[in-house]
């Protein structure tokens, strides 16, 4: 099965998780801060913590941020349904924002200032499949209200620009995502003290960590502020320390494939749109592509599936979901809701070739057009 992503993994990994082993030392060592420290270094930022998810991130960013109950947030509904549940962890209230387009499925600003109240105290931005927002216009939006800015970065990770847009940056390192450590996150923010406020965070509000006890020979801690588990270990620091060398790399195969993509797409099945038509700076996480209106998508789903292709859907609407329904009933967001409904997500990772590519765009070709036949036959 040609699957839409798959992490690369060999012996450099696991030459580095030997070592870990070896060492004897677990979990918040040194192999945890190498890795902060080169994370951020990619980013061009001082310092970075890393956490056990994207998820904890968020939850982190919100909590540090001082966000709880009677606050609302702004959030994308075309999103994983982590962005929205770290805004319910906090108590505070997440406020379902419609995409600017199907052609750009990011946030929309004028939506964002229609939903925006007396009680809007952050946005939380989504690079959706890696293509960033508009930073200038957000950063323009966000002070005249003054609204903190969180990117969710989970399909993000190498570009320079991500975290600079406001008061922090959440990154995922799942194994689906452009690096991965099995599971694990990172936050970036340029603010020293927030940041800190994080890292005492992630391990229980305590003012130091098991390895700074060993090394300054005070067994004393103190506990100054409620926090949480949320510590990286060093097996996955050592992975992430090895998958990090390849990120530019990775990405810049990605981004080669996408233009493949893109090209074999608009020659061999014109009827299917891909999004973000005009270039922007992206970390190709995803290639999602629109069916026509005319297409069933469970049949393009069954037709590839037979070829051996995966596909996938970016995203169920976090809106629609039970939980969100019950919970913050009468949401109608039609763009969002129209995009969801006729997006294909097909394979695009660093070990597909060109011929690969070749073969998803004739297997969809072939998919659409039985669609359009059966139809016109109908
Ligand atoms: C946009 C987005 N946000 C958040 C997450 C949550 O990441 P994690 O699984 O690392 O908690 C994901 C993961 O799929 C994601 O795609």
């Not at 001082?46 to 956490?51: K, R």
């Not at 530019?248 to 195969?253: D, L, M, P, S």
């Not at 294909?344 to 070749?358: D, F, G, K, S, Y």
Request: proline share 5%; aromatic share 6%; with cysteine.
């Amino acid at each position: 099965m040609l699957l839409v992503s798959a992490p690369i993994l060999g012996v450099p990994e696991k030459t580095a998780l030997t070592k870990v082993i070896d060492s004897g030392w677990l979990t918040m060592g040194e192999q945890v801060r190498a890795f902060e420290q080169a994370f951020a270094d990619v980013h061009g930022a001082e310092d970075c913590v890393a956490v056990s998810s994207c998820t904890a991130a968020l939850h982190l960013i919100l909590h540090a941020l001082g966000i709880g109950p009677g606050d609302e947030v702004l959030v994308p509904s075309l999103t994983f349904v982590a962005t929205a549940n770290a805004v319910l962890y906090v108590g505070a209230t997440p406020v379902f924002v419609d995409i600017e387009s199907v052609d750009v499925p990011l946030m929309s600003i004028a939506e964002a200032e229609a939903k925006c109240t007396a009680r809007t105290k952050a946005v939380i931005l989504v690079h959706f499949a890696g293509y960033l927002a508009d930073r200038e216009q957000w950063q323009k939006f966000a002070r005249a209200r003054g609204l903190h800015i969180v990117e969710d970065a989970a399909h993000a990770p190498g570009l320079k620009e991500v975290g600079t847009f406001g008061a922090a940056a959440a990154f995922s390192f799942y194994g689906n995502k452009n690096m991965t450590t099995a599971e694990g996150g990172a936050v970036i923010a340029r603010d020293a003290g927030l940041l800190e406020t994080i890292r005492q965070a992630r391990g229980h509000g305590m003012t130091t960590g098991t390895r700074q006890r060993l090394n300054s020979r005070t067994p004393q801690y103190d506990v100054t502020m409620l926090g949480f588990n949320y510590r990286m270990d060093e097996l996955r620091a050592a992975i992430g320390l090895v998958q990090l060398q390849n990120l530019q790399e990775w990405n810049e195969i990605r981004r080669i494939l996408v233009m493949l993509y893109r090209r074999l797409i608009a020659k061999h099945c014109p009827a299917v749109t891909i999004p973000f038509h005009e270039p922007r700076t992206s970390a190709y996480h995803i290639m999602p592509i629109l069916l026509p209106r005319y297409a069933d998508r469970q049949d393009v789903i069954d037709a590839l599936r037979a070829q051996g292709i995966q596909t996938t859907i970016h995203y169920p609407p976090v809106h629609q979901m039970t939980l969100y329904r019950e919970l913050i009933p009468g949401t109608h967001l039609p763009r969002t809701e129209d995009f969801a409904q006729r997006e294909l997500t097909v394979p695009l990772h660093p070990q597909i070739t060109a011929p690969l590519v070749e073969t998803v765009v004739v297997a969809l070709a072939a998919a659409v057009n039985n669609c359009a036949q059966t139809g016109t036959a109908a």
